[in-house]
């Protein structure tokens, strides 16, 4: 058997303090700041709270409030930039407003969400998480930007880098997912593809990192609810992947609408000045969320909208996003003293040299370019790519008796479900400026697949989460027509994303009834779901012989997903957010504490445990996991050494084998488990992977080099260092299924 030997060096971390810092964007230089403070000398109190105001246009709703007059607001200076607003034409009328018809003619930002494409929607970003291919990841954005660009756009409100690991809050399907090491690997080539190689570029966009800080851990999985975490928890888990971002150079930063121990992120002087600009060296600028200055007042922490712009901007806050409490205020509160001309000047400074790095005072409408407008959006090499993503963000969930990949020789194939032939449901929640119309749904990708050669029946079965329509007997009956049944289940598109938050995680609607019926045939049956979070769906899994998670796959989902059902594609993806066995366990993570009362394996019912009475402590799928239509067989793991002196790096290494019939892809992760802490330490924490192809039959050697700053963690006192002693080493296919051994740092 042929052994390749492949030696990866492992990424130096970009969690916790002293991580390496990215090339950032080089800070203004002297001929900007000459430019900026002559401009700013002759800018009034109320043309500063106007650059440091932000309006969404009437083009489409992001939030709950929405003002008319943004064209006046333009027109009397009273803006900074607008969001929501593309297309050059738009862009153009209204930046040539501010540029013309104000006094000083400052240009404006044109911010959007672009969370996961512009035109050309990519996976959502969860379900891009699960390649582990932070290569591809930068890629998606980079085209987003190139798109973006073309339609006038140059602020995306993105990346969305929070943490989570509750999948009842529906912004899960927006970030990477439960795992702060990767998160902040996907965070950092996330910003560097929206901010290319330099933000003068005319198809670089200001990346805006989001939601700061700590958004997704809101108690009970409710949006915008309260995030009550320890400092070690929040310093551990929740900010690395701010962290990352902002050593990549992410020129702004949003506000979450969250307080973290009651202190709400918008009013929090610690987090976006002390942390933010003098720990980390931010340079950008803050931004808030929708209308969160104004939400310290039900927050309970501001008397007025007086009072929560004064506190607001003297806790490190720039711009205020549809509040219009800086543009109410400031001026006043300059007058009154109670902030500073210097806080009011450093926040306009930093908003103008944004702008200037983008080149706007060089030419405002660099942006606004028809010929790019019609020949960089949805290029083909980009819908080929959609194409690609959508398939390498599958996760093979089951696959008992290779029921997948479907033959092209079978000659009828059933597609029964809800979302089989739902073209708005592929896009998924947060799709930019990406149209339903231009999807390709499940059934159109089989049907492009196997041409006239397959009889395709379909049948909608049930609803999504009503129980109005039962089409169940009708789909039975084409079940038991056709040679091979696909199922194609979930959530609707608006089932997660923000103010998206479920109590019940389960398939929603008549799903299991029609599941249930028609797997009960006997015919070979494979469920495809479509989701924005991890479901809880033991029963479904029970029953099905096959379960291919294809998230929301965007424009191309229905072709991706076509090219790995019939096996052009071998799925590879892994799950970087846990599924529950149900509701009650959440949150279930992978990288959790041991306890004084361990369960044991043994016998997980044992009283006296951290276990339940009624359910398993469990996962039904663990972070990590994702089949392959082949197998890989992994060798015992070998060490340089069992011990290593202070300062050295770990070297470990494994074998795997593709004893399958077909080469295929596997994301091979390296976990540690530090023994004896000063504090408690989980378990296991991911601190390698390596996404390798093996052919069928061969063997390769995968080394990881893990340098021991990757084993640091904060200890009591709050210092950040790793200690000598004991711990164990992981090497597997998934958190779980993982080969051991030990080592020991010296003292
Ligand atoms: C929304 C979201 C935020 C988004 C902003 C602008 O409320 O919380 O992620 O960027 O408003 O649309």
Known sequence: MKTLKLVFLLAVSLAGPGSCKHEKEQPADRKMQIFIDDLIRKMTAEEKAGQLSLFTSDWTSTGPSIRNDYIDLIREGKTGGIFNAYTVDFVRSLQ????????????????????HGHRTIFPVPLAQACTWDTTLIEKVERITAIEATAEG?????????????DPRWGRVMEGAGEDTWLGSLIAAARVKGFQGKSLSDSNSVLACVKHFAAYGAPQAGRDYYTVDISDRSLNEWYLPPYRAAVNAGAGS????????????????????????????????????DYGSINELIPHGVAADQEDAAEMSVNAGVDMDMQGSAFLSWLPALVKEGKVSEETLNNAVRRVLEAKYRLGLFDDPYKYCNNKRESEDIMRPEFIAFAREVAAKSCVLLKNDKNTLPLSKAVKTIAVIGPLSDSRADMLGAWAGAGSADSCVTLVEGIRNKTGLSVDILTERGCNITDEEYDGIDRAVAAARQADFVILALG?????????????????????MKLAEAVIKTGKPTAVVLFNGRPLAIPGLDEISPAILETWFGGTEAGNGIADVLFGDINPSGKLTMTFPLNVGQVPLFYNVKNTGRPINPENPHEKYKSNYLDSPNTPLFPFGYGLSYTTFQYSDIKLTKQSYRHGENIIASADITNTGDRDGEEIVQLYVHDIVGDVTRPVKELKAFKKVMIKKGQTITVAFTVAPEELAYYHQDMSFSYDPGDFEIFIGTNSENVKKASFKIEE
């Open 96 to 115: 040539k407003t501010a540029v013309e018809e104000t006094r000083l003619h400052i240009p404006m930002l044109f911010g959007f969400d672009d969370i």
């Open 153 to 165: 756009l140059n602020w995306t409100f993105a990346p969305m880098v929070d943490l989570a690991r």
């Open 253 to 288: 930063v949003m506000t979450s609408f969250n307080e973290i121990a009651g202190v709400p992120s918008t009013s929090n002087r610690w987090l976006l000045t002390d942390l933010l600009r003098r720990n980390w060296n931010f340079t950008g600028f803050v931004v808030t």
């Open 491 to 511: 959530e609707s598109s608006s089932m997660s994303g923000e103010a998206a938050s479920r109590t019940d995680i389960g398939l929603p609607g008549m799903q």
